[in-house]
């Protein structure tokens, strides 16, 4: 005689088991099925972190006909640092690296050529530059290191000619040494000023109150006259 209980199903896992359901993807006890929709569960498996690798590669040499030549010596070369690092198209052999081909900061290209931030990066070619720790302190910013002879044609390309850029030179020199002679007067007017104040405080206004009349101004010397009244003491002074 059968039996009319029914037999309890059994599912592979049970509702407390299952954490969440995404779409395709269902999470039981932290471990991730995706549906296939083919009737089965497929395991997820992390996907292993990316792992970046810095490939540093040089470039092939050049072919011979592809190969620069060199502006000194006309010989073609497959490799050159002045090249590698400036575009500059001299060999090793002929680098002369303290007199012809010789580097210059950005600070001294400045101020040496006149030139500005834009011309050395925004005008076009911007000029190639390497970076060096600064020798003075090391906590300072690197230092920018570009080839003096291309500092030298850039200037030619923004002050037209040599002639116009040693004309500016010199007056901006000029004003520089008006400016510190200016300086200078002023600092000795300041001084004969004060001699001739503690002169005056030291003799004459112990003995004597001067009584001045109205002063009078000497524009040969820039400065002003005034006599007393009294004594006919008469007191040259100047005016800041």
């Known amino acids: 005689m059968m039996s009319s209980q029914k037999e309890p199903r059994y599912h592979p896992y049970s509702k407390c088991d299952v954490v969440s359901i995404d779409k395709s993807v269902i999470t039981i006890n932290g471990t991730k099925f995706k549906d296939t929709g083919g009737g089965f569960l497929l395991e997820e498996t992390p996907e292993k972190a ?16 592809d190969r620069p030549t060199c502006d000194k010596c006309n010989k073609t070369f497959s490799k050159s640092w002045l090249f590698d690092t400036f575009d500059f198209p001299v060999c090793d052999e002929c680098k002369d690296s303290e007199e012809e081909h010789r580097l210059i900061t950005k600070t001294e290209a400045m101020k040496e050529y006149l030139l500005k931030d834009h011309d050395l990066d925004k005008r076009e070619p911007s000029l ?55 300086k200078y007067q002023k600092q000795m007017k300041e001084l004969r000023m004060a001699v001739r104040s503690s002169l005056y405080n030291k003799t004459s206004a112990a003995a004597h109150t001067h009584e001045f009349a109205s002063e009078t101004y000497n524009s040969d010397d820039d400065n002003y006259t005034r006599v007393c009244t009294t004594c006919q003491y008469e007191e040259t002074f100047e005016k800041m």
């Not at 792992?51 to 011979?64: M, N, R, Y």
């Open 128 to 182: 190639k530059f390497i970076k060096r720790k600064n020798p003075h302190n090391s906590h300072w910013g690197d230092m920018k290191l570009y080839l003096q002879l291309q500092i030298e044609k850039r200037a030619l390309e923004v002050w037209g000619t040599q002639e116009k850029l040693e004309e500016e030179l010199e007056k901006r020199e000029e004003k520089r040494v008006m400016a510190k002679s200016k």
């Open 50 to 65: 990316e792992v970046l690798t810095a490939c540093v590669t040089e470039e092939a040499p050049l072919f011979k006909d």
